[in-house]
């Protein structure tokens, strides 16, 4: 869950609020306090974060239609006729399969949800500028593909606890955590190239887990095993549960990387230039979030891939700016997206050994400069160009040379070095029109804008 960011964290906590809402409801029948709740945790998740929104809209009416349609069983309750024992009263001994209610028996679960969705369709407006084809989000590649990671581990498991679940529970909540757990462990399975759809698949890997880890639990208990058995697998979870989250919180604490001190440095020297309208161009998209947040400013930013229809022409002009495009004038292209400055954290792509570089990057090799970089072939998604891909790439074509990934920009005539510290570079863009040359001549732009 440390990957997967605070606010689809949020967006989680939201979704399991309606969910015990919704048993609450069904269990006890109309409830006040819990008709308020659900209502709120459905209404509230959309302007909390898309990827729990779209989420949400999947699993709410899957539970809906668990609850109204899966097996009722009744509870069969101690009650004891000596008032000594009153302190076991209610105590359920067993449960009978019993008739289903009415579908009008759920009008009032229905009447919550339906008011939850419509304080949630007040965020209608800005869901509309990112629906899916939006052109702002909507990257060339196929619009749905399967997975080839880890994401299968999570599906083998997954599929057969939430299987169990609903053939043995005979309460409301074993059947809808079992229902959660087959279909995000069928979600989990797939991709793609929109990035308004990918964040309902990827991120049910990170959700499903918060069914999983209770599902087991309640796996262990029914099975019947030796106690020292029963012990040593239930310390391996922990142990599992807690190494994984010592990974995961160790990559993430390296992705998550985006602003050093160094950095923070140099925007202080940015800031001292007397301009009102200046913009950074930067080499990271997370690292240009950053950078907006803490300079208040719009920040142009490189891609890993090739971007959406709405980011191509700044793309390439941005580019030419950095030196990676032939023959284009980098001070017109400068006055026109009125860049000022360059700020580069040779940090990226070096994320990890052999990670691949940005899309469109000019790489030097041993002082003579590669083909750019055209990044993941259009037509796969999370495919073969991947860092391990590059790195082999370079071995072959290049030997054992060191890939150096800003050559090209440090030997920009036209970008004036004005602050380095570490892996941070923050240059100056000079905008006069002196005609610089590009650092290459043998390759063209792919968009042929250039």
Partial sequence: MTVTGALPQIGFSLILVMIWGMVRIADDGPNKKAFVILALALGLTPWV????????????????????????????????SNPSLKHQADIVLHRVESSRFPIMHWRKLVLALAAGTLLGFLALPWYLKIAPGSDILRYPGPWLSFTHDIAWFQFLITIPAGIYLIKTGKVYVTNVIGSCLIVQGFLLLFLSSDE??????????????????????????????????????????????????????????????????DTVTALEVYEQDPREEKIILTNAFSMGLYISALTKDFT??????????????????????????EACDPAAASRELKITHVLIDEFFPTLYRGFAPNYGAVVACDD???????????????????????????????????????KATRSAPWLELIYSEGTTRLYQVESTPLNFPTVLNHFSDPFGID
């Fill in 49 to 80: 974060n898309q990827t729990a929104a779209g989420l949400a809209a999947i699993l709410t009416p899957v539970i809906l239609a668990v609850i109204i349609f899966s097996k009722r069983y009744a509870p069969i309750i101690f009650v004891p």
């Fill in 196 to 261: 308004t759809v990918i964040n309902i698949f990827y991120r049910s890997r990170y959700m499903v887990m918060m069914f999983f880890w209770p599902a087991l639990v309640y796996i262990f208990a029914r099975i019947t095993m030796p106690q020292i058995v029963k012990a040593s697998l239930g310390i391996f979870a922990v142990v599992l549960m807690f190494s994984s989250y010592t990974w995961a919180f160790s990559r993430q604490a390296l992705y998550s990387r985006m602003v050093s001190s």
């Fill in 300 to 325: 142009y930013t490189t891609h890993n891939r090739v971007p959406p229809i709405a980011f191509q022409d700044s793309d390439v002009l941005a580019r030419c700016v950095l030196g990676w495009v």
């Fill in 368 to 406: 003579k400069y590669l083909e750019p970089y055209i990044a993941i072939p259009p037509s796969v998604f999370f495919g073969s160009w991947t860092g391990g891909e590059w790195h082999k790439f370079v071995t072959e074509q290049h030997g054992d040379c060191e890939p150096d990934h800003w």
